[in-house]
Structures are given as structure tokens and as C-alpha cells.
């Protein structure tokens, strides 16, 4: 594994995280324009595909990482747990609304037959269920994205892993919220916050530390530093001071050469 190459990877996922982060806070404006007019629908609208491209083109980086890595899983399951979850959160957003759209025409508008009223809520409730499916695949992919960055922290410099981490756990939140499906708003706050932690990979520079699993080699001394403690007046095996002629050391006992 090349360092450099591990560290470049991670700088593209933070590049790419920091623009998601500037999209979707033009999309949340867009969405909260939309409830007044028609060009804040359709602001929201475009920046949800580019955001989707975007997610798109992290998939390379994480997997690059993820094999760089020993094929650590929490890298590698993140863009198919991901990508999937916001699909199906997408179908069930759908479904939702029509079916929302359905019970309020029978309810306010034209009563219909009981077998109408009946399909509107069967629409609703799929919805329903899929933004929960969608939400919590999104929060297993954000929760595995939070582990590697907690059990890998020697590998990042201390505040980008710190912020790394905090990033992906905010995501994490935003998807519980999710699954309120009323309150999204809030949720897509949370999640500009950790995009723009995430972001913080951005900064890289050098290589990765060693890894703390890795332990450290003792370094031998040259050979003229050998020679020249064999000629001090202390033990080379505890330190103690010695008499100059003696044999063996009165603290440990070691024989002196």
C-alpha cells in the first residue's frame, strides 16, 4: 500500500463531500422557496441530481481506500448501503406524496368510494415503508463510515480524524430524522454539518502515521558508540555507576565487560 496514494483517495472523498455540503444547502433553499414559488421546486430538484452525481463519483475513492486497506468492509459497504438506501427513500418519498395527495382529494375534496380511500392509504403506507427502509440502510452506511474513522483514528492527523468522525456521526442522526418523514428539514441541516466535517479530509498533507498496532524497532547504536560505553564507569545493563576495574555490577549483579 502506498501512503501517498491512501491519502489522496481520502483528499478526493473530502473534496467532493465539501461541494454535497454547498449543494444541499442550495437545495434546502430551494426547498423552503418552493413552498412560495415554482423556481424553488425546481432549484431543489437540480441540485438533488448533482448531488446524487456526486455521491456517484465518491464511489471510486472510498472503494480505492477500502482496498488499500485489507478490504475494510466499512469502506467497501458504504456506497452500495448508501446509493441503495437513497433510491428506495426516493421511490418511497413518491409514493408518500401521492398517496398523501389521494387522501386529501377523498377526504376534502370528492368523497369517492371506500375501495378509493382504501388504495390512497395502501399508496401511503408503501411510501411510509420504503422511506423507512431507504433511511435506515442510509444510517447503517453513515454508522460504518463513523466506525472506521473511530477504529482508524491513528491513521489521520488528530483533528481531521475527530472531525471525520463527527461528520459521519451527524449524517447518522440526520437519517433517524429521516424517518420522522415531517420534520426533513432538520435532518438535511445536520447533514450540511457533516458533509462540511467531512470536508476536513480536504486538508491532507504528507503521509499517514503509523498505524498503533504497528510496534516501534529499536535502532542500534553505530559501532563507535559501542566501543565508546564499554570504556564508562556504569552498568550497560541497569545504568547503576560502577567502580572502574570491576567485574560485575554491585545493583543487578550483570557482569561488565
Known amino acids: 500500500m502506498s501512503n501517498q496514494n491512501l491519502y489522496r483517495e481520502?483528499?478526493?472523498?473530502?473534496?467532493?463531500?465539501?461541494?454535497?455540503?454547498?449543494?444541499?444547502?442550495?437545495?434546502?433553499?430551494?426547498?423552503i422557496l418552493g413552498y412560495f414559488t415554482i423556481i424553488g421546486t425546481l432549484i431543489s430538484i437540480v441540485m438533488t441530481i448533482i448531488i446524487i452525481i456526486y455521491f456517484l463519483l465518491?464511489?471510486?475513492?472510498?472503494?480505492?481506500?477500502?482496498?488499500?486497506?485489507?478490504?475494510n468492509q466499512d469502506l467497501?459497504?458504504?456506497?452500495?448501503k448508501f446509493i441503495l438506501g437513497t433510491i428506495i427513500r426516493a421511490i418511497g418519498l413518491v409514493f408518500f406524496q401521492i398517496g398523501l395527495a389521494l387522501i386529501f382529494i377523498v377526504l376534502f375534496i370528492t368523497i369517492g368510494?371506500?375501495?378509493?380511500?382504501?388504495?390512497?392509504?395502501?399508496?401511503?403506507?408503501?411510501g411510509v415503508g420504503l422511506i423507512l427502509i431507504g433511511s435506515i440502510l442510509r444510517y447503517l452506511a453513515w454508522?460504518?463510515?463513523?466506525?472506521?474513522?473511530?477504529?482508524?483514528?491513528?491513521?489521520?492527523?488528530?483533528?481531521?480524524?475527530?472531525?471525520?468522525?463527527?461528520?459521519?456521526?451527524?449524517?447518522?442522526?440526520?437519517c433517524i430524522i429521516d424517518m420522522f418523514i415531517f420534520i426533513p428539514f432538520i435532518g438535511d441541516i445536520l447533514r450540511i454539518f457533516g458533509y462540511f466535517k467531512l470536508?476536513?479530509?480536504?486538508?491532507?498533507?504528507?503521509?499517514?502515521?503509523q498505524s498503533a498496532s504497528q510496534s516501534s524497532q529499536p535502532v542500534s547504536a553505530p559501532a563507535g558508540?559501542?566501543?565508546?560505553?564499554?570504556?564508562?564507569?556504569?552498568?550497560?545493563n541497569c545504568g547503576a555507576d560502577v567502580s572502574t576495574g570491576a567485574r560485575f555490577c554491585p545493583s543487578c549483579g550483570a557482569e561488565i565487560d
Open 143 to 174: 454508522g460504518g463510515l463513523e466506525n472506521f474513522f473511530g477504529s482508524n483514528a491513528q491513521l489521520f492527523p488528530s483533528g481531521i480524524a475527530y472531525e471525520s468522525k463527527s461528520g459521519a456521526n451527524l449524517c447518522k442522526i440526520g
Open 113 to 126: 368510494p371506500i375501495e378509493f380511500f382504501a388504495v390512497s392509504l395502501i399508496i401511503f403506507f408503501i
Open 10 to 31: 481520502f483528499k478526493q472523498f473530502g473534496d467532493k463531500m465539501k461541494t454535497i455540503a454547498i449543494l444541499t444547502l442550495i437545495g434546502l433553499i430551494g426547498s
Open 58 to 71: 465518491i464511489i471510486g475513492p472510498l472503494k480505492r481506500a477500502g482496498r488499500m486497506l485489507d478490504y
Open 225 to 236: 558508540t559501542q566501543s565508546l560505553t564499554q570504556s564508562l564507569n556504569y552498568c550497560p
Open 76 to 80: 467497501l459497504g458504504f456506497p452500495l
Open 199 to 209: 470536508a476536513s479530509l480536504e486538508n491532507l498533507t504528507g503521509a499517514p502515521a
